[in-house]
């Protein structure tokens, strides 16, 4: 048997055509007409304006600029600990400090009622992760938020294709950041874009993408450069590349007619196979309108290892989405202590799923998984 991955990219001929022309027609490689066409084409899927949105060149760094638009050093942000390293880094980065939350054990998003006794007097924002898709209360979280006088920053990495009570995730909210690296539900080989309605933070985001010169992006669309130019704040290089952006458009295609439904086949088979079974915990038994990145479960009664080296044994590649933050070292080191993330981290494994598997796939890792669960 050949090893089953956990994840992997999902990339061909037309990603490969895509990056041929930018090459052999275009021949400009830096961020030009080709990330403006995939900004305006997420803009038409999410069904927001082009001038909402930035792309930039990671998740990561989406969620750096979008945090550095909003804060002053110091401040800080309610942000749930069990989440990718990224969203912590990315508030450090801007100087600001991530203050480590619970998460509601159903659904792995961030509980408010914990996140509630650590408001201080220089809390400015909130950073709910939709986790493996889910947006969980997000009503809740912007009422939270309203109540309390502060920004949110969805880290919505797992969620681009996800709609919340019907709305796609980035076409509501405060700012909303997406990553586009190799796994995710669609690739630009690595990416991520920052999305809002607050012209002011857009303008900021953009202008700090491009090492902080102002206005560059309309020099950049209209083929031009900026030789004389102000700078006002602390830029990155952080901008998407043309040769980036056209795998990103060819990806964007094929979410609705591949990616999309193929993610929702492979999640629901988990869930008819192993929603019942009284040894896991499938999170939310409903699906609902998301589009799964990935498919953790928590494995009950202290059989998480065992259970991991058994389909490491079958070549079933496993994850841990994630090692609590505030577990590390430069996060603090368990200063604080979560209990209910603490419990849940032992519990996490995540089985394979991407559109490069099939339903008999899932099978297979559902055969092992019930075989195991069912010997005491
Ligand atoms: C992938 C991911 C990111 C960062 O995205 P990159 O594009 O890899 O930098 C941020 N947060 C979460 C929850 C992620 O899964």
């Not at 993408?209 to 209209?222: I, M, P, Q, S």
């Not at 964007?252 to 988990?270: S, V």
């Not at 589009?291 to 079933?316: A, F, T, W």
């Not at 202590?337 to 890792?365: A, K, N």
Request: hydrophobic residues 40%; contains cysteine.
């Amino acid at each position: 048997m050949a090893l089953m991955r956990l994840s992997r990219s999902i990339v061909g001929t037309r990603e490969a055509e895509a990056v041929s022309r930018v090459i052999l027609e275009d021949g400009y490689l830096g961020m030009g007409t080709e990330v403006q066409a995939f900004e305006s084409e997420l803009a038409a899927f999410l069904g927001i304006e082009p001038s909402n949105i930035a792309c930039v060149n990671s998740g990561t760094a989406a969620l750096h600029l979008a945090a550095q638009a909003l804060l002053k050093p110091g401040d800080e942000v309610l942000v749930q600990s069990l989440t990718f390293l990224s969203s912590f880094q990315a508030i450090s980065a801007a100087s600001a400090v991530p203050v480590p939350c619970e998460v509601l054990p159903e659904t792995c998003t961030i509980d408010l009622e914990d996140a509630g006794k650590r408001l201080t007097s220089r809390t400015r924002a909130i950073m709910p992760v939709h986790y493996a898709s889910y947006p969980g209360d997000l009503d809740a979280v912007h009422d939270f938020a309203r109540r309390h006088d502060l920004r949110v920053i969805e880290d919505a990495a797992h969620a681009f294709g996800c709609t919340y009570k019907g709305r796609k995730i980035g076409s509501f909210g405060d700012l909303i950041c997406f990553s586009f690296d190799g796994i995710k539900n669609i690739t630009s080989g690595e990416g991520g874009a920052v999305v809002t309605s607050d012209p002011a933070a857009l303008a900021r985001v953009k202008d700090s993408r491009l090492l902080g010169v102002e206005k560059d992006t309309e020099k950049r669309y209209a083929r031009e450069r900026s030789w004389e130019f102000d700078v006002k704040h602390q830029g990155y290089r952080y901008h998407m590349s043309n040769i980036f952006a056209a795998v990103g458009r060819v990806q964007l295609m094929r979410l609705r007619t591949e990616f999309g439904p193929k993610r929702i086949e492979l999640a629901k088979r988990y869930r008819e196979r192993l929603g019942q079974n009284p040894g896991l915990s499938l999170f939310w038994s409903d699906l609902g309108p998301v589009i799964p990145h990935i498919q953790p479960v928590r494995v009950l009664g202290g059989r998480r290892d065992e259970l991991r080296s058994v389909l490491e044994r079958e070549k079933i590649q496993t994850g841990i989405h994630y090692k609590p933050n505030h577990l590390l070292s430069y996060f603090g080191g368990g200063k604080v202590s979560l209990p209910v993330t603490e419990r849940i981290y032992q519990e996490l494994l995540t089985l394979p799923l991407h559109p490069g598997l099939g339903s008999s796939d899932v099978d297979r890792v559902c055969d092992i998984i019930e075989q195991t669960m069912k010997r005491a």
